[in-house]
């Protein structure tokens, strides 16, 4: 078997299977994690904390199996040509092995706090370390023909815009990093009045997001900022800033003695490396806070700034502002990375996002402040697997609907 003829290779294969499979369980829950392909065929779901304990398991074995490879001189097949995420070097991958499980560690830290300190102490501790620098960044090689489907997307479909959460805050900030995320608006807007009266709307060279959940019936929004993603662009599945915020969010947590300031400090330091911006330390001293929104096609859309807190450290702050502190820049840091952001904004409530202005949701099955949790499962799973589709609804134990928390999703953060 591969487990005996090629340890390292099914070890990169363990950890590519929870890298995947955790981001499913992110967005459904449930899912069928250890008992797929077994030679019975019966797919039996896990549970999220069943599926979390697996992920563990295999995070852990893998990081055994490539510890000894390392060990006993790399003597094995050379992946470095096939390696689309790293440079095939097994340390790389124990290294993005540890940061994966402190990832997940901190996602489950109120859900089962004890096991989530313990994973993470694991990492931690473990000797081959995180990623730390800039550089290290995992990413989706396209040298070889693979697409970024986010690109096609912007630009084939044209339908990828800025946010307006993101407006308000990296331009109430007056974040750097807004000129290599978004677009400025190419030109300026005329419209007319009911009366054939026109008007100019100035947009030429600013930064305008559109608010979620705006129901408009007309193209001018597409004048709004677009994101810097092609075809070719590699998509970020990881950074050296997220595991930064993330032992910052440690550290604050009692885990570590490490200093959650510092750890904070070195995220956003991070990111404007990993970016080519200048200027993070003056960032850092910034007490500016998110920009109310203006919607220059409906005023309706308007909104107060959700964001009050600032880029700047205060010691002096309670621990739920130095959350939402470390979680509104990881926010912005794993741009443009959205299932990890989303899955970390559903978990701690940061960054305070902007609500929909009109929630159309089944009965209004999602709050319209708390919003959408996770996904309903597949639709047509009902229709041609229904013993699957059952066993998933019993294995999540709430109704299949978007405004149900997942196991990690506690509502509370301390």
């Not at 995320?181 to 300026?188: H, I, T, V």
Request: hydrophobic share 40%; proline share 5%; with cysteine.
């Amino acid at each position: 078997s591969t487990r005996v003829a090629y340890p390292s290779v099914y070890a990169v294969t363990k950890i590519l299977k929870v890298e995947v499979m955790h981001r499913i369980s992110d967005i459904y829950g449930p899912v069928v994690y250890t008992h797929f392909a077994n030679e019975e065929e019966e797919y039996c779901p896990d549970t999220q904390q069943e599926a979390y304990a697996a992920f563990f398991s295999d995070l852990a074995e893998a990081i055994e199996i490539l510890h000894k490879y390392v060990d006993n001189g790399n003597r094995g097949p050379d992946i470095s040509d096939f390696d689309i995420l790293l440079d095939g070097d097994p340390r790389s991958w124990i290294r993005f092995a540890n940061s994966l499980r402190m990832r997940l560690a901190v996602r489950i830290a109120m859900a089962d706090p004890v096991k989530a300190k313990e994973e993470f102490m694991r990492s931690f501790r473990d000797r081959a370390g995180v990623f730390e620098q800039p550089s290290e960044c995992v990413k989706v090689s396209t040298r070889n023909g693979y697409q970024n489907p986010l690109g096609e997307i912007n630009r084939v479909w044209g339908e990828v815009f800025m946010n307006a959460s993101m407006e308000s805050i990296l331009v109430g900030y007056g974040d750097p990093r807004i000129g290599v995320f978004f677009e400025p608006c190419m030109d300026d807007v005329l419209i007319s009045d009911e009366d054939g009266a026109y008007t100019t709307l100035e947009l030429k060279g600013r930064y305008k997001g559109i608010r979620q959940g705006t129901c408009f019936s007309h193209l001018l929004y597409a004048s709004h900022s677009k994101i810097h993603v092609n075809q070719t662009t590699e998509p970020i599945l990881m950074t050296a800033a997220e595991i930064w915020f993330l032992r910052a969010e440690a550290a604050l947590r009692g885990w570590t003695v490490e200093s959650p300031e510092v750890c904070y400090r070195n995220g956003v330091i991070a990111s404007f490396y990993q970016w080519g911006i200048d200027g993070a330390d003056d960032y850092l001293q910034s007490d500016r806070v998110g920009a109310d929104y203006v919607d220059v096609l409906d005023p309706a859309n308007n909104i107060e700034a959700r964001c009050k807190v600032s880029p700047k450290w205060e010691e002096d702050a309670s621990k739920e502002v130095k959350l939402e502190k470390i979680l509104t820049q990881k926010w912005l840091a794993v741009f443009p990375e959205g299932g990890e952001a989303w899955a970390e904004q559903r978990r701690t409530g940061y960054p305070r996002l902007f609500p929909v202005r009109f929630n159309n949701s089944k009965d209004g099955c999602i709050d319209t402040e708390v919003m959408i949790r996770r996904l309903n499962f597949p639709a047509d799973l009902a229709d041609t697997d229904a013993p699957l589709y059952e066993k998933l609804v019993n294995a999540f134990g709430k109704p299949d609907h978007a405004g149900s928390r997942l196991w990690w999703d506690t509502g509370r953060n301390f």
